[in-house]
C-alpha cells in the first residue's frame, strides 16, 4: 500500500470509531443529538480525505455532491415529522440503488473479477436493487399514492420462489466466469428491481413498521457487499452496523406484533377481511366533548394512548395542549407509546416530541401495564389493534398473543374515532363495548380542540 | 487471503452493531434509523473513488449517479436526523414553548 493510500485507511479506521460512538451515544435522548453529529464529521472526514486519491475526476464528482446535497437538505427540512416514514423509506431506496450503481461501475471498469469478488459483485447490485425498488413501493404506499392495503396476486409464493430461485442461478452461473457475461449481470439487476416490487407489495400498510426496518437493513448490507467489492473496509465497518441495527429493529417489530418475520412477509396479513357479524357485539356507549370534559377533569391520571390515526388526524399538537391543561388541573399526565404504534419503530415518540411533550413523559408499554390498574382515565387516539383486549382474552383471534397496552384496566377508557370501522387487522375491537369505555367520536383533532375549548371556558 | 480478512471485520463489526443497537431506547427508534440510514450512504466513498480521469465514460455516468444518490442519502439523512432529536426535550429544557 503506498503512504497516501495508508493515510487515507487510517483516517478510516477514525471514521468507523466516530460512527461507533455516534451509535453508542443514539442510548439516551439527552446525547443522541451530538450522537448524531459526532456520526456526521466521521463520515465528513471519510469523504474528505476520499478527495485526496489519486486520479479523481473532480468535476463530475462535484456536480454529483451539488446536486445531491440540494436534494437531500431541501428534503430534509421540509418534511412533515408525520411524513416520516415514507422519508426514510425513499432514503433508504437511494442507498440501496448507490450500491448497485458502485458494483456494477466496478464490475464495468474492471470485468476480469474472481469468483469471489464476482459474488459479492452480484450480492451487491442484488440487495441494492431490492432495497431500491422494494422501497419505492414502501414510499407509494406510506404516502398513499398506491393503495397501502396488501396487495395479493395468485400463485405470488411461487412466483417469488422462481424469482429468488433465478437469482441464485443467475449470481452462480455469472460468478464462475464473470468477464464474458456482462448480460447476466444485468438480468440480475433486473430480477433484483422486480422482486423489491412483488415481494413488497403484498405487505399491507400497519406492517411498514417491520418492512421499513428490514429495508434499511438490506441498506447497509447492499453497502457491505460494495464494500466487499471495492476492498474497503470502511463501507464494510459502516454497512455491517447498519445492516445489524435493521436486523435488531425488525426483530423487536416483530416481537411487538406476536408474528414471525416469515408471516408478516408472507401472509399478506390484513387482505381477508372477516366477514361482518363475527367479533364482539354489544353496547356502546357514545360521549360528547362536555361528558369527556368532567370525566378528565375529575382524574387524577390521565394516559394517552397514541396511534397512526394521530398521524393522520396531525393532532399532536393539539393533544400536548390538552395535556398541559390537564397538568395545570392537578393531573398526572404520561403518554404510552405501543412499539408498533404508527408506521415506522418510533413513530409516534417523533410526533409527540416535534409537540414539544417531554421525553420523560412518554412510557413504553412494558412500563405502564403494571401501573394500568391504578389509572383513572385511558384516553385512545387513532389507535385499535394495539388496544384489543382480543389479544389477551380471546384464544380465536389473529391477534392473540400481541402484546397490547391494556387500557381496558383503567378505570376509564376514552376512545376517540372517526367511526366504527375495524382496525387494520379487520376485527371489530371488545374494548368499544366494555362497561369503563365510552366512544368520543370524530376527527382527533377536532375532537381534542373540542376539549382544549372546554377546559379553557371552564376555567 | 484479502477475503477472509475483510470477512473478519464485517463478522465482528455485525456482532459490534448488535450490542450497540440494543441499548437504543424504542422513543429514538426513529432517529435511529434515519441516522443509521444516512450512515449507509457510505457508499458515497465507493462511488467518489470510482470516478476517476482515466474511467471508462459508462463507468462516469454510474459512478456519478451513484454520488447523486449516496450523497442525498448522507447529507439528508444526517440533518433530517439533526431535524428530528432536536425536538427531544426533557421538561426541565423548558418542553413547553
Known amino acids: 500500500m503506498s503512504s497516501p493510500a495508508l493515510a487515507i485507511n487510517f483516517a478510516y479506521i477514525i471514521s468507523a470509531a466516530l460512527f461507533i460512538f455516534g451509535l453508542k451515544m443514539l442510548s439516551s435522548p439527552a446525547t443522541a443529538r451530538r450522537g448524531n453529529l459526532l456520526s456526521a464529521v466521521g463520515m465528513l472526514l471519510a469523504i474528505v480525505v476520499t478527495l485526496f486519491s489519486q486520479g479523481l475526476d473532480y468535476k463530475w464528482i462535484l456536480l454529483g455532491i451539488v446536486i445531491g446535497s440540494a436534494i437531500g437538505l431541501v428534503a430534509a427540512y421540509k418534511v412533515e415529522m408525520t411524513s416520516m416514514p415514507e422519508m426514510v423509506a425513499l432514503f433508504n431506496g437511494f442507498g440501496g440503488i448507490s450500491s448497485l450503481l458502485l458494483a456494477w461501475g466496478e464490475y464495468h471498469q474492471h470485468p476480469e473479477l474472481s469468483v469471489f469478488i464476482g459474488i459479492v459483485a452480484s450480492l451487491s447490485a442484488f440487495i441494492g436493487g431490492i432495497t431500491f425498488s422494494g422501497s419505492m413501493i414502501a414510499f407509494g404506499k406510506l404516502s398513499e399514492k398506491i393503495p397501502s392495503k396488501a396487495i395479493i396476486f395468485s400463485g405470488q409464493h411461487i412466483i417469488n420462489a422462481a424469482i429468488l430461485i433465478a437469482a441464485i442461478l443467475s449470481t452462480v452461473f455469472f460468478a464462475v466466469n464473470p468477464q464474458n457475461l456482462y448480460w447476466v449481470f444485468v438480468v440480475i439487476v433486473i430480477i433484483a428491481l422486480v422482486f423489491g416490487v412483488t415481494s413488497v407489495i403484498p405487505i399491507g400498510g400497519a406492517d411498514m413498521p417491520v418492512v421499513i426496518s428490514l429495508l434499511n437493513s438490506y441498506s447497509g448490507l447492499a453497502a457491505c457487499a460494495a464494500g466487499f467489492v471495492i476492498g474497503n473496509n470502511i463501507l464494510i465497518v459502516a454497512g455491517a452496523l447498519v445492516g445489524a441495527s435493521g436486523i435488531i429493529l425488525t426483530k423487536i417489530m416483530c416481537k411487538a406484533m406476536n408474528r414471525s418475520l416469515a408471516n408478516v412477509l408472507f401472509s399478506g396479513f390484513g387482505a381477508t377481511v372477516q366477514a361482518k357479524g363475527d367479533g364482539p357485539q354489544g353496547e356502546i356507549r357514545p360521549a360528547t366533548a362536555e361528558d369527556v370534559y368532567y370525566i378528565l377533569e375529575a382524574a387524577d391520571s390521565v394516559v394517552f394512548v397514541p396511534g397512526y390515526g394521530l398521524a393522520v388526524a396531525q393532532a399532536q399538537h393539539v393533544t400536548r395542549e390538552l395535556g398541559d391543561l390537564l397538568e395545570k388541573n392537578g393531573t398526572e399526565v404520561m403518554y404510552a407509546i405501543h412499539p408498533v404504534a404508527g408506521r415506522m419503530p418510533g413513530h409516534m415518540n417523533v410526533l409527540l416530541a416535534e409537540a414539544n411533550v417531554p421525553y420523560d413523559q412518554l412510557v413504553e408499554m412494558d412500563d405502564i401495564n403494571p401501573k394500568m390498574d391504578s389509572i383513572d382515565v385511558c384516553v385512545v387516539i387513532g389507535a385499535n389493534d394495539v388496544v384489543n383486549p382480543a389479544a389477551i382474552n380471546d384464544e380465536s383471534s389473529s391477534i392473540y398473543g400481541m402484546p397490547i397496552i391494556e387500557t381496558h384496566r383503567a378505570k376509564t377508557v376514552i376512545v376517540l374515532k372517526r367511526s366504527m370501522n375495524p382496525g387494520f387487522a379487520g376485527i371489530q375491537n371488545a374494548l368499544f363495548f366494555a362497561e369503563n369505555a365510552r366512544m368520543y367520536f370524530g376527527d382527533a383533532k377536532a375532537s381534542i380542540q373540542a376539549l382544549v375549548a372546554e377546559f379553557k371556558s371552564g376555567d | ?97
Open chain 2, 1 to 97: 487471503m484479502e477475503a477472509v480478512f475483510l470477512t473478519f471485520v464485517f463478522v465482528l463489526t455485525i456482532f459490534l452493531g448488535f450490542e450497540l443497537i440494543s441499548k437504543v431506547p424504542s422513543t429514538l427508534h426513529t432517529p435511529l434509523m434515519s441516522g443509521s440510514n444516512a450512515i449507509s450512504g457510505i457508499t458515497l466513498i465507493g462511488a467518489l473513488a470510482s470516478v476517476k480521469t482515466d474511467s471508462l465514460v459508462f463507468t462516469v455516468i454510474l459512478g456519478t449517479l451513484a454520488v447523486i444518490f449516496a450523497t442525498i442519502n448522507v447529507v439528508g439523512g444526517y440533518a433530517v436526523t439533526n431535524r428530528m432529536l432536536e425536538m427531544f426535550k426533557k421538561k426541565d429544557e423548558g418542553g413547553a414553548k
